[in-house]
């Protein structure tokens, strides 16, 4: 079993039973964005790919491109293993992909990949690191285990023009009698930005992106703690609201 491989297994076991777990060993513990990738990729292959986040490189060195393994759809459920006792997510734009994205020469123009996106979604990036608190995993560890994502939630649809377009967003939690205002604003000057980014950077891996992926592109209030068992309601105003209540994995 190739290094890689056996950091893939382990990170894969430890999604799966919820748990978290000290720094990977030494002996295949990345120390590179290809490594970290590679891992992914093996991920991948053991894992069928439900969708990918993404974001456009926040400092030289690093890049936020990882596979996403579990999409939840438009249900009133959602589940995710706890983190520090509450349920972590973060409120973002999704991107269904209509048609495939295969690897060509050259980079994809914006109208290209604009066109291979079937729908635009609401949605919930479900959040848990897979390493213990006091591990202090390095930034390559992170990126192998996904950036802390466990799956996301893609909801109700809304206008894929504006969707793409989005910047900023008033947003409305309510659990109960407890009510949140927040104001959303997107890392990147428009929704659509990482997902250019991520087309083109997997293209030039080799990296095909395939019909039906549920693509995410960063969250507009980083993470929100929210209760669980407790409906809730999320509206992006002006755009769409929906409710669903968030149940341990």
Same mark, same amino acid.
């Given at each position: 079993?190739?290094?890689?491989?056996?950091?893939?297994?382990?990170?894969?076991?430890?999604?799966?039973?919820?748990?978290?777990?000290?720094?990977?060993?030494?002996?295949?513990?990345?120390?590179?964005?290809?490594?970290?990738?590679?891992?992914?990729?093996?991920?991948?292959?053991?894992?069928?790919?439900?969708?990918?986040?993404?974001?456009?490189?926040?400092?030289?060195?690093?890049?936020?491109?990882?596979?996403?393994?579990? !999409?939840?759809?438009?249900? &009133? %459920?959602? #589940? /995710?293993?706890?983190?520090?006792?509450? $349920? +972590?997510?973060?409120?973002?734009?999704?991107?269904?992909?209509?048609?495939?994205?295969?690897?060509?020469?050259?980079?994809?123009?914006?109208?290209?990949?604009?066109?291979?996106?079937?729908?635009?979604?609401?949605?919930?990036?479900?959040?848990?690191?897979?390493?213990?608190?006091?591990?202090?995993?390095?930034?390559?560890?992170?990126?192998?285990?996904?950036?802390?994502?466990?799956?996301?939630?893609?909801?109700?649809?809304?206008?894929?023009?504006?969707?793409?377009?989005?910047?900023?967003?008033?947003?409305? !939690?309510?659990?109960?009698? &407890? %009510?949140? #205002? /927040?104001?959303?604003?997107?890392?990147? $000057? +428009?929704?659509?930005?990482?997902?250019?980014?991520?087309?083109?950077?997997?293209?030039?891996?080799?990296?095909?992106?395939?019909?039906?992926?549920?693509?995410?592109?960063?969250?507009?209030?980083?993470?929100?703690?929210?209760?669980?068992?407790?409906?809730?309601?999320?509206?992006?105003?002006?755009?769409?609201?929906?409710?669903?209540?968030?149940?341990?994995?």
């Amino acid at each position: 079993m190739t290094a890689f491989k056996q950091a893939a297994q382990e990170l894969l076991n430890r999604r799966k039973a919820g748990v978290k777990a000290p720094r990977l060993d030494e002996s295949y513990r990345p120390t590179s964005i290809d490594d970290a990738l590679a891992i992914q990729l093996e991920m991948a292959s053991i894992e069928p790919i439900g969708g990918w986040k993404c974001l456009l490189p926040p400092a030289e060195g690093k890049v936020i491109a990882a596979p996403i393994f579990n !999409v939840q759809k438009n249900n &009133a %459920i959602v #589940e /995710l293993f706890e983190d520090k006792a509450v $349920a +972590r997510v973060e409120p973002e734009i999704c991107f269904v992909l209509s048609k495939n994205i295969p690897v060509k020469t050259g980079e994809y123009s914006e109208a290209e990949i604009i066109d291979a996106i079937g729908s635009a979604h609401m949605a919930l990036e479900l959040m848990q690191s897979r390493y213990a608190d006091d591990a202090k995993p390095s930034f390559y560890e992170s990126l192998a285990d996904c950036m802390f994502n466990q799956g996301v939630y893609v909801g109700p649809k809304i206008d894929i023009g504006t969707a793409i377009n989005l910047s900023k967003v008033k947003i409305i !939690v309510a659990q109960g009698d &407890a %009510i949140r #205002e /927040l104001d959303g604003i997107h890392p990147n $000057a +428009r929704a659509i930005d990482g997902l250019l980014w991520l087309v083109n950077y997997m293209n030039s891996r080799g990296v095909e992106l395939k019909a039906g992926a549920a693509i995410i592109t960063g969250s507009f209030k980083g993470i929100v703690n929210m209760a669980f068992d407790v409906e809730t309601t999320i509206s992006y105003k002006e755009l769409g609201e929906y409710k669903v209540t968030f149940k341990r994995a």
